[in-house]
């Protein structure tokens, strides 16, 4: 007589339901309704939006016009301040100044944060303390020795002045940026580019440079936007009038007299359409490149 081994019936697991919150206790932000949360917001878009559409009512608006809507809609202002009032070099100018000032901030500030981020030498922090306190500096406080310097070099009157300027005084933000990026990047990816018969320059282009995307967009839009939005500069570098920038071009459309509002709205909109929509491609690179390079890896 076989014996046969009987399976022993393992009874089903019961499921047991996940934990509840007790009874009368919810999360915070299930307590809140929504009206606290829409409220703020909306008044903060309020006070946002009401400047821009009220530059938008003096631009579009004929003159002499009290009008809350910019109706019958007219572009006399903009024809105004592009042609009589030189703004068409100005924006040239500008965006000169602005894409030389990128570039030659996001190459030196690369060098520079790559030694940083890879290198030790004895001055290194005595270095990043000295970027650091560069930053409490303000511009208007070395205009004379610059003045004097550019004199010297026969640059007074010249783009290349500001666009000096203008990189000198964004490279310390943006080297210790980028150096706190480059720091995020595995060292290990380097040495195996370094293992496959690449030396360090080739490495860092194949291998390190593709991951600094969002940091690169990130310092070159900061490089941009200061440069293009800066006054100071420009207003004591540059006397013609066909080498000005749009900053100093909109203090021009104001006198001791009177001030032409249509004129001068117009040439704002001018001045802040481009900006708008560099920001609005980059948003995305723009928030990982500083939120990347905003803390050490």
Not at 105 to 130: E, N, Q, S, W
Not at 154 to 171: C, D, R, Y
Not at 202 to 219: E, K, Q, S, W
Not at 229 to 250: C, E, R, S, W
Request: with cysteine.
């Amino acid at each position: 007589m076989s014996i046969k081994e009987a399976t022993p019936v393992v009874p089903a697991a019961r499921r047991t339901p996940p934990p509840s919150h007790p009874s009368g206790r919810h999360r915070a932000w299930d307590e809140v309704p929504r009206w606290q949360i829409y409220l703020p917001l909306g008044i903060y878009l309020l006070f946002t939006l009401i400047p821009f559409y009220w530059i938008l009512l003096f631009a579009l608006r004929p003159s002499g016009s009290t009008s809350l809507v910019p109706w019958p809609m007219t572009f006399d202002h903009f024809d105004k301040v592009w042609n009589e009032r030189s703004f068409g070099t100005y924006f040239q100018n500008s965006v000169l100044v602005g894409v030389a000032t990128l570039l030659m901030t996001t190459l030196v500030a690369l060098a520079g944060g790559y030694a940083l981020a890879r290198f030790d030498f004895k001055i290194k922090r005595a270095f990043m303390l000295a970027l650091l306190c560069s930053q409490f500096v303000p511009g208007a406080l070395l205009l004379v020795p610059l003045f004097e310097i550019f004199a010297e070099l026969q640059m007074i009157n010249s783009l290349g002045s500001v666009i000096l300027a203008e990189t000198v005084f964004q490279l310390p933000l943006s080297m210790i940026l980028l150096s706190n990026f480059i720091k995020n990047v595995p060292y290990s990816l380097e040495e195996a580019a370094w293992v496959d018969g690449c030396n360090r320059f080739t490495g860092f282009r194949i291998v390190v440079l593709p991951l600094l995307r969002p940091g690169l967009i990130a310092v070159g839009s900061f490089a941009f936007v200061h440069s293009w939005n800066h006054f100071l500069f420009a207003l004591m570098f540059l006397n013609n009038q066909d080498k000005q920038t749009i900053p100093v071009g909109l203090n021009t459309l104001m006198s001791a007299d009177s001030v032409d509002l249509g004129a001068l709205a117009a040439g704002g909109i001018i001045a802040a359409v481009p900006v708008v929509i560099v920001f609005a491609f980059i948003q995305k690179w723009l928030i990982t490149g500083f939120s990347a390079g905003a803390v050490k890896g």
